[in-house]
């Protein structure tokens, strides 16, 4: 029998983890001494957990009876050893595949004494295995491979975590994700639903005419985005580069050039904090479309949701904390202005300059900066403090003020505000639409009031991009932009508290 797993994998030597592993090399030498290979890779599986569990199912056609007195053809099997129990002469494991689990046996009078014994004295939890049997029942009806021989494919020098408990410790998920993986599958059904989401949006986006492309992650001058970017140096060039923020002024030169409908489905790097709604590097949707407002684009991600929605998780509502989001029911509209007033308790005559806003505001616990910001960014701030956290059900915020919106066209009439939305959902923000600037003259101005901020120690101002300039001055057609967040979509979808919880590797300090 194998050597029992602890309750953990240490994160560093110990005499007690010296001993396993110097327990799983012994083993592994005497395999090979025993004419078996170290590390082969010869061996290929001819069914998966899932497709002999689902041919096999019917325990009344395939009962022990009929299984035995009508052997199944040969079948070879590869996976992880997840459980060992043995009974004398007889030895259950179960193997772990990417599809599932499944039982086998180890029999001294099914596999004979010589496999039986290499198993018994080889294996342990956690090693990789290439087995060869027909299937069976066991007297409980577990279906079962009866192994005749096999193969130790990859030896597991280090021993998994308890299969009771996992990893328990959350910061040794995110660290040794590899282990969370083999030993939950909830978290691998996590990563397996955030796949499935972008690929319903490929082809929600490529059925409507959009043409997937690529732009720079290094960049010259990070723009299109109020972030801090992360810096490097190109050896060669020797050339000061940014990673990307967001890939949105490359896109709009591609709608300049005669794309008409794009789309990117981009890593971004922002040398910001990090929070269960933040990662430094993060997954970004973007698509542009000419000839589009943003009404069109708030429609058209209603559509995408509910297409994705149901594509992942088969309804149209799903929980999420203590919340059923319910993504059938037409979203809800309203603008920032509606949203302070309803949701927050303004007046009009508090919202009417930023020194009445900024006190209204103070006494409704906002932490304002001094000195003052501009009216607009006071005035986000206030439904950033107050109302976001409120919105619970898919919520669009529309018009937004000029001063925190630098590449949106203005609402005719109302000089000051954009017309720019974001979608809402269980609190936070998903999702940003926006009528596309095209104006080079209003846009050559906001670039300069962007300068400015940034001459006053704003390390967010978005840099004057001259080259973006140009192609505006090229010719770009009206257009509708979106920008929406994959992580937060797949915490969303997955139920999970922290953006970390569906990112494979999240970034994590090292440790000493």
């Not at 004494?113 to 027909?134: H, K, P, S, T, Y």
């Not at 059925?207 to 490097?232: D, N, W, Y």
């Amino acid at each position: 029998m194998s050597t029992p797993v602890p309750p953990a994998a240490p994160a560093h030597d110990t005499p007690d983890h010296n001993a396993l592993r110097a327990q799983r090399e012994h083993k592994l030498a005497e395999y090979v001494r025993r004419g078996g290979v170290a590390y082969p890779n010869d061996f290929s599986p001819t069914a998966t957990t899932a497709q002999l569990a689902e041919t096999y199912a019917d325990p009344n056609v395939h009962s022990q009876q009929a299984l035995h007195d009508s052997p199944t053809p040969v079948f070879k099997l590869a996976g992880r050893v997840m459980l060992l129990r043995a009974f004398g002469k007889l030895i259950f494991a179960r193997v772990q595949d990417g599809h599932g689990q499944l039982q086998i046996s180890i029999s001294v009078d099914g596999s004979g004494a010589e496999v039986f014994g290499l198993f018994n004295d080889c294996i342990d939890m956690g090693d990789i295995v290439g087995v060869e049997g027909v299937m069976s029942r066991t007297n409980k009806g577990e279906l079962t491979l009866a192994v005749q021989k096999f193969t130790l494919l990859t030896k597991g020098l280090q021993p998994l975590p308890d299969k009771y408990h996992g990893l328990a410790d959350v910061e040794a998920r995110y660290r040794q994700r590899y282990l969370d993986l083999i030993t939950s599958p909830e978290t691998r059904q996590v990563f397996v639903a955030r796949s499935r989401a972008i690929s319903a949006i490929r082809h929600f986006l490529d059925e409507r005419g959009f043409l997937e492309v690529e732009t720079p992650v290094l960049q010259i001058q990070a723009g299109g985005a109020s972030a801090r970017p992360f810096k490097t140096h190109h050896n060669a060039l020797d050339l000061e580069l940014n990673m990307r923020i967001a890939p949105e002024l490359f896109l709009k030169r591609l709608l300049v050039g005669g794309f008409e409908r794009v789309y990117e489905l981009s890593r971004n790097f922002r040398n910001e904090g990090i929070s269960v709604k933040h990662n430094p590097e993060f997954t970004m949707l973007e698509f542009y479309s000419a000839y589009g407002t943003r009404e069109d684009a708030m429609q058209l991600m209603e559509e995408m949701l509910r297409h994705t929605v149901q594509q992942v998780c088969g309804s149209h509502a799903i929980p999420h904390g203590e919340d059923l989001i319910d993504f059938g029911p037409a979203f809800t509209k309203m603008t920032m202005r509606e949203a302070l007033l309803n949701l927050a308790g303004f007046t009009d005559a508090e919202l009417e300059h930023v020194d009445g806003l900024a006190a209204a505001a103070k006494a409704k616990g906002v932490d304002v900066p001094q000195p003052l910001p501009s009216y607009g960014e006071v005035f986000q701030l206030c439904f950033e403090s107050l109302v976001e956290k409120q919105l619970i059900q898919p919520t669009y915020i529309m018009d937004y003020p000029i001063e925190t919106s630098p590449l949106v066209r203005q609402i005719p009439g109302r000089p000051g505000w954009t017309q720019r939305a974001e979608l809402y959902i269980a609190g936070r923000e998903h999702g940003e639409f926006y009528s596309e600037l095209n104006d080079p003259q209003d846009q050559r101005s906001r670039f300069e009031r962007q300068a400015e901020q940034a001459k006053k120690g704003n390390a967010e101002a978005m840099p004057f991009d001259h080259d973006f300039l140009n192609a505006l001055e090229v010719g770009m057609p009206p257009a509708l932009g979106v920008g929406l967040g994959i992580d937060r979509l797949a915490m969303l979808l997955t139920n999970q508290p922290s953006i970390r919880d569906v990112l494979l590797f999240p970034l994590m300090k090292p440790k000493e």
